[in-house]
């Protein structure tokens, strides 16, 4: 699944069992689903958001 359908610029994301997989082939970062919530909630909460280019931009409010 993509993070926005709309973007281009943001890495695939994989949910399998209890794990999270994001990025591409030979970029992936695994993550437990609680370390997954933990990011989603940091990027959210900095005082300006995810720079625009940033590939977590979709998470901008």
Excluded at 5 to 20: K, W
Excluded at 32 to 59: H, M, N, R, T, Y
């Amino acid at each position: 699944m993509s993070l926005s359908p709309a973007c281009t610029a943001c890495p695939e994301v994989e949910i399998a069992g209890d794990e999270v997989r994001i990025g591409e082939v030979g970029h992936l970062a695994g993550l437990k689903k609680d370390e997954w919530k933990l990011l989603v909630d940091l990027i959210q909460s900095a005082p300006a958001g995810p720079p625009p280019d940033s590939p977590f931009s979709c998470f901008r409010r």
